[in-house]
């Protein structure tokens, strides 16, 4: 794609706007502030809890820092730091991701997404908050429990003292998402998660390095290896986010007006990758499962068949193969959850376009049925790739110091660069307008 | 809750503004014994102090606040001198809320027009003008002339617009210290300015400070109706009738329930007001036009169906319009007024003058639009006052960042708001509503009806005739309008019930026991009209609302399917009339119509101007005319001896309780339904409210939702039992709010949207400007010159690529046809180049090239190259932008289905619009470029008209 150089300003003309657009400015200022705050809670403690114990213990715990470790990713290290913010804005998007799965399965959530337009809509961004907070007082109950025996005076009051701070800590990390999304720049929700995952880049990249420094040739070329691939994940994450297919519409009202302007930029785009970093999520979650199972249980069986399933295994490439399938089949999952062909049908119809060729009503919601069958299965096994070479490779090379970057990691870091970007844009944009106001 | 804590925060604003009332009240002993010559010394004082600061904005800001009480006290004293008004406290209030830039909430009757005053006179003070904005003509003119004589007396300059003014009248009277006007003058006047060919057309100046009056009726009600200038476009009229007979063949849809597959052809969907054809429907409109796709591109007719179908369920006679003269006149559902010229965009109006079989006229293309949202935002500073804000307090602030301030009334109200009756079926409803009206008849209490629509009026109507009760209707029927003032003078008087639609709801005032002020100039008509209107005037043209003077032309009148209309006489009704004249009186009217006649000749004046003179009368404001003078005189004596009957009949009305106030329905907002409440009450009379309700009202039908519904099976009562649920209350007071929000959330996306235009119409309004001021034109072209050469070489140039693949050939070329003056220009000369070094060169040649042609051209007639760069680039500009304007409207639409791309519409559209409106501008650059090298005026002929 060329790029014309008088549209499209260089960096450091966008970097001049950016610091001179007033409204911007104060946003990122904010959205710089707020961050920060959620990252100072962090490291704030939880009162009442022997620190020492605590960290020897996850230390000493392959098995427990394991499973920490992975929590962490997205809390940004603070459950090992026990934290008031531990739990971060986790019960927030956990909550997020049940009531859209709900809206799907609720007829009276359902209608209150789709028919009652705003209104409906804060009611329910109101009743994630909820369900969040349940989730919070859920999830601070089984960790307050089990802190308990690092407690420095163990006792129903210390439960509940800690109980209290992680929920009250997650509240308040949830209002200041959204104080981000309203006041600053980009979706605050994401950009905490975000802010989360790359706050654990510098021990990686530190870990690295020192990997680097005291390994020999082959862990050096092992590392530039995983670079290479790395950065290739993410060209390829780039293409599975921002891939669509543009179907053209046409419009009963332009077909009367004039038509010549009309056709660039009237399309229906329908996303390759419809649900995003979900499928990854939901098959990881259930690959994990036989495993904790298995260490729940020691059966026999049961321990025979994780293994099987594990990337570290004899046969990682049924593991591979499982992913991959249960990432197809959640990626069809969600994407059906999300894009309904009849309400898409119905809502054209509304608007008063069609698809040329294709007859408004059941045609057109079995057309773009097809297309989006045809779409996912592309964009499901391109997701799988993304998500199994790197750990492949990185199984490969017995480097393990960039563990948590995994395409699941990538996903959501290049997804909200760029949706943030393109917030950015539009504030530039009015920038501009404002300097040809003023000559 | 938090109200118990902190008090009412309303109260402490006002109580921040209590010391500098104190402040005044101070100053009046000063400036009270001042002789007239020094309080207007006051004025020239005042300016001086301006003069000094006038360079920095913030240290004029300071200075007008550290003004304020002064200037104040000053414009109090001098209206109680010129006027005999002299400005209550609350309304020193009101006036420092406007001066802050708020929107100054006011009961009616509390005297807006005089607190506007006080802003408008401090503001207007640095010269750069204010604006007092009203609603229609007639308030504006006579605002203008009332409360202008203070601010003339202070000795400022004031100036009207009105419809109909010549550019020269409203330059004149926008470069007045304070202008009044219209909000739909000021818009147009605004747009105008912005395709003004040259700098003289141009009517205003840079805005300053306005004050809106009714504010939430312009900028809520009417926010979502843009301003629009447009010219017209051939298109033809068979396929609407075509798609008429069409949609009258096809069958709604009976199930409504959203599981099953619909029946018929097509489904309604009210509170989105769209209609949705099935599947079947479209197949059976396809066979009834036969054609084989109603989206074929060749021969589209799914727009002209759609249309067609919406005209015949979602736009009904009597309630959305009114057949009048052979056209379709919509009726504005906020104010129950017809709005003449008006008309509903894409085709709509065409398919109901189709449905209803008039004339169907062209359609129309939008030139230029701005909506009032964005236009007043234009002010550096901006107030309003009205009566309901509080309600939309949030959207003011969010939207227009305007606070809302409830300015306390000057007496304590004494109002009865009784709570409401719900009827199960609407039928029950009415007949309550019948039953309530007779007992209040008999009792004597004068009643006034609202309903929502000429339709709903026109039914309670005939319901009352058959109970035998005496009433006046008051809706949008021409026969009706015309008698609106006469309706309302009686409205207040002993026994009276009068039915109307939402007319008698913003700016009615009721007066109770009648009002001898229209009563005496209903009087003055009947004597002075048929004497002095000429005769080809009155075809059918009806008082106030034919638009430019002058009027139709009688023929038309002629033609109409009416036939020739009997001769109209002013009579009012004689009943409207509350004691016959004594002959004293009549001397009097007979005399100064005499006089009339004598001055203007018999029969020779147009009905709007002899109307203005019956109103000029009427008011106080000072007039040299001899005319009027008598006029005025006769005026004063029967208006005094209407006022002895209805004064006293004023003192029953009140001993009985006041004007009762009924309301048939929960309108869409609950400032309609305030405004409808508010003519009961007013300045401390006493007075009652109350609304009967059904569930089988519009409002809760389509808002209710399935709670409602239920709820209608769930009460087992009788249908004229009023039902009496807290549940209900509930569920109603909720469909309301959800209306309410409903409504808001539409006007906040418009709103947002509507900002990217906003900012390019503003940007390429500033170049227009430029241009038009003819600031280094020459520069501006060079410069369009220079871009356009720098966008050449980075079409053409690869930096990745080694410069010996480079296509100079192609890029010289390309140079050339924009340039033909460089034919000389060789690729080799490019050579060895760096492209900032080419861009440079061709800047060079640009330049060289550029004086050449101005050179020639000059020798044609000097001057002539600017008059060609000013015209191209106008021509331009104008030409571009239309069509942009067109394809951002596609953009807005097609924007709406990224959102299944999980793309945020609003941010596509702004960046998408962003491109588009940079592709404008280089096709602008190019364009001018162009045109500029090929401008090749013939010496001989008259050059002036070889530009066109």
């Known amino acids: ?439 | 809750m938090l109200n118990l804590l902190l008090g009412d925060p309303n109260v402490r604003k006002v109580k921040k503004y209590k010391p500098l009332v104190t402040e005044i009240n101070l100053l009046e002993e000063d400036i009270e014994p001042l002789s007239d010559k020094d309080l207007i010394a006051k004025t020239a004082e005042f300016r001086q102090k301006l003069d000094k600061v006038s360079h920095s904005p913030a240290a004029e800001k300071e200075l007008l606040a550290e003004l304020l009480p002064e200037a104040f006290a000053v414009m109090r004293e001098a209206s109680k001198r010129v006027l005999g008004l002299r400005h209550f406290d609350v309304q020193m209030i009101g006036g420092m809320i406007l001066h802050d830039g708020q929107i100054a909430e006011m009961k009616t009757g509390e005297g807006k027009t005089l607190v506007a005053t006080l802003p408008s006179y401090l503001n207007a003070l640095s010269g750069k003008g204010a604006h007092v904005v009203t609603v229609n003509d007639y308030l504006a003119r006579r605002d203008a002339e009332w409360m202008g004589q203070v601010h003339r007396f202070l000795g400022l300059s004031v100036g009207l617009i009105q419809q109909g003014m010549s550019p020269e009248e409203r330059r004149r009277n926008y470069n007045c210290d304070i202008t009044y006007a219209t909000n739909s003058e000021l818009g147009f006047d605004y747009l105008r300015d912005n395709m003004a060919a040259v700098i003289e057309e141009v009517v205003q100046r840079p805005f300053n400070y306005a004050v809106i009056d009714e504010v939430d009726s312009i900028l809520i009600d009417e926010a979502r109706t843009p301003l629009i200038i447009s010219g017209q476009v051939d298109r033809p009229s068979e396929k609407y009738m075509r798609a008429s007979e069409v949609a009258a063949l096809l069958q709604r849809s009976t199930n409504t329930d959203s599981e099953e597959e619909p029946d018929g052809d097509y489904e309604v969907d009210e509170k989105g007001r769209n209609v949705l054809l099935t599947d079947q429907g479209f197949i059976n409109a396809e066979q009834l036009l036969g054609v084989s796709d109603l989206f074929d591109s060749n021969d589209p007719w799914a727009h002209y169906i759609f249309n067609a179908i919406k005209a015949k369920e979602l736009f009904i006679k009597d309630v959305n319009y009114i057949v009048r003269g052979g056209e379709i006149v919509i009726v504005d559902e906020f104010t129950g007024r017809v709005m003449p010229g008006r008309r509903w965009s894409d085709g709509l109006h065409q398919a109901v003058e189709s449905k209803e079989g008039v004339e169907i006229q062209p359609e129309t293309q939008t030139l230029a639009s701005i909506t009032y949202q964005n236009f007043f935002l234009l002010y550096p500073k901006l107030s309003g006052m009205t009566g309901t804000a509080k309600t939309e307090e949030l959207e003011f602030e969010k939207t227009y960042k305007l606070e809302v301030t409830v300015v306390p009334t000057n007496r304590v109200s004494r109002r009865r708001d009784q709570p409401d009756v719900v009827y199960k079926t609407e039928i029950g409803k009415w007949r309550a509503i019948a039953a309530d009206c007779a007992e209040l008849h008999a009792e004597g209490r004068p009643v006034l009806v609202g309903t929502t629509s000429v339709e709903k009026s026109e039914f309670l109507s005939q319901l009352l005739n058959e109970q035998g009760i005496p009433h006046n209707l008051l809706n949008a029927k021409p026969e009706n309008v015309e008698r609106e003032a006469e309706i309302v003078a009686q409205a207040g008087r002993r026994g009276a019930v009068t039915i109307s639609t939402n007319m008698a709801g913003r700016g009615t005032d009721i007066i109770l026991g009648g009002n001898a002020d229209y009563m005496a100039r209903l009087k003055l008509r009947e004597y002075w009209m048929p004497q002095l209107v000429s005769f080809e005037e009155d075809g059918f043209g009806i008082a106030g609302v034919a638009g430019l003077e002058g009027g139709r032309p009688a023929a038309q009148g002629f033609g109409s399917p009416n036939g020739q209309k009997p001769r109209k006489t002013w009579k009012a009704s004689s009943d409207i009339f509350p004691a016959e004249l004594s002959t004293e009186a009549e001397k009097l009217l007979k005399a100064a119509v005499d006089l009339g006649v004598k001055t203007y000749g018999g029969n020779s004046l147009s009905e709007l101007v002899a109307e203005d003179k019956i109103a000029t009368a009427a008011e106080k404001a000072p007039t040299d005319d001899p005319v009027i003078q008598k006029l005025r005189e006769a005026y004063q004596q029967v208006r005094k001896e209407y006022e002895a009957v209805t004064k006293q009949e004023q003192a029953e009305v009140v001993e009985l309780g006041g004007l009762h106030v009924i309301g048939t329905e929960r309108h869409e907002s609950r400032r309609v339904d305030n405004q409808l409440r508010g003519r009961a009450g007013r300045q401390g009379d006493p007075g009652s409210t109350r609304f009967f309700l059904s569930l089988e009202d519009n409002l809760l039908r389509i808002f209710g939702g399935d709670r409602v519904a239920k709820l209608m099976n769930a009460f087992r009562v009788e249908e004229d039992m009023p039902i009496e649920s807290g549940m209900l209350t509930r569920s109603l007071e909720g469909a309301q709010k959800k209306v309410e929000t409903y409504y808001y959330d539409i006007r906040k996306q418009v709103f947002e949207y509507d900002e990217v235009m906003n900012n390019q119409r503003r940007a390429i309004y500033a170049e227009r400007r430029r241009v038009l001021e003819g600031r280094e034109l020459k520069e501006q072209v060079i410069q369009y010159g220079e871009r356009t050469m720098d966008e050449i070489v980075d079409a053409h140039i690869n930096v990745d690529l080694p410069s010996e693949e480079w296509d100079l050939e192609k890029l010289v070329n390309k140079v050339k046809q924009f340039v033909y003056l460089l034919e000389d220009l060789e690729a080799k000369q490019l050579e060895d180049l760096s492209p900032e070094a080419i861009k440079i060169f061709l800047h060079e040649q640009l330049r060289i090239a550029y004086d050449l042609k101005e050179a020639q051209i000059d020798q044609i007639q000097p001057g002539l190259m600017r008059q060609a760069e000013r015209y191209f680039i106008l021509q331009q500009i104008d030409t571009l932008w239309r069509e942009h304007l067109q394809a951002m409207e596609a953009l807005r639409e097609s924007v709406g289905l990224r959102g299944y791309g999980q793309k945020d519409p609003l941010l596509e559209y702004k960046s998408e619009g962003y491109e588009l409106f940079l592709e404008m501008m280089t096709a602008i650059r190019r364009n001018v470029i162009y045109s500029m090298f090929m401008f090749d005026p013939q010496p001989q002929a008259r050059p002036q008209a070889e530009v066109v």
């Open chain 1, 1 to 439: 794609m060329v790029v014309s150089r008088g549209k499209t300003p260089n960096a450091q003309e966008t970097f001049l706007q950016m610091a001179q657009a007033s409204g911007l400015r104060g946003r990122i200022l904010i959205t710089v502030g707020l961050l920060i705050l959620c990252r100072l809670g962090i490291f704030i403690p939880v009162p009442g809890i022997d620190r020492v114990a605590f960290s020897n213990d996850l230390q000493g715990n392959a098995n427990l820092g394991g499973v920490i470790g992975f929590l962490d990713i997205f809390s940004g290290g603070g459950l090992s730091a026990l934290g008031v913010f531990a739990l971060g804005i986790l019960p927030y998007i956990n909550a997020s991701i049940i009531l859209q799965l709900l809206t799907a399965a609720v007829p009276a959530l359902e209608d209150l997404q789709k028919n009652e337009g705003e209104a409906g809509r804060r009611k329910i961004a109101q009743l994630t908050r909820y369900v969040s907070l349940g989730w919070a007082l859920l999830q601070s109950i089984v960790i307050a429990v089990w802190v308990t025996r690092y407690a420095v005076t163990p006792g129903p009051l210390f439960t509940i003292q800690t109980a209290l701070a992680l929920v009250a800590g997650s509240m308040f990390v949830m209002w200041i998402s959204e104080l981000i999304t309203e006041r600053g720049i980009g979706n605050g929700a994401s950009l905490l998660i975000f802010l989360n995952i790359v706050a654990t880049l510098p021990r990686s990249l530190q870990q690295t390095l020192e990997l680097a420094q005291s390994g020999d040739r082959s862990t050096v070329g092992g590392i530039v290896i995983l670079l290479i691939v790395f950065l290739a994940t993410i060209v390829g994450i780039v293409f599975v986010q921002e891939g669509t297919r543009r179907i053209p519409v046409v419009s009963a009202r332009r077909q009367v007006g004039n038509r010549v302007y009309s056709e660039r930029s009237s399309y229906l785009p329908l996303r390759l990758n419809q649900g995003g970093v979900m499928p990854i999520i939901f098959a990881s979650a259930i690959l994990v499962l036989p495993f904790s199972l298995a260490n729940f249980t020691s059966n026999e069986v049961v321990l025979r068949i994780a293994n099987y399933l594990s990337p570290n295994g004899p046969t990682p490439w049924i593991y591979a193969l499982f992913y991959l399938v249960l990432i197809v089949a959640f990626s069809y999952f969600y994407s059906s959850l999300i894009l309904n062909p009849v309400d898409l049908a119905q809502n054209l119809k509304k608007m008063g376009s069609s698809i040329p060729g294709v007859r408004p009503g059941r045609a057109t919601s079995q057309y773009v049925q097809g297309v989006l069958n045809r779409l996912t299965i592309l964009g499901a096994v391109f997701l799988g790739l993304v998500a199994i070479i790197p750990t492949a490779v990185e199984g490969a090379t017995r480097i393990r110091t960039f563990q948590g970057f995994g395409a699941t990691s990538l996903l959501i870091l290049v997804g909200v660069a760029i949706d943030t970007a393109k917030q950015v844009q539009t504030y530039v944009i009015s920038q501009r307008y404002e300097g040809m106001v003023k000559d």
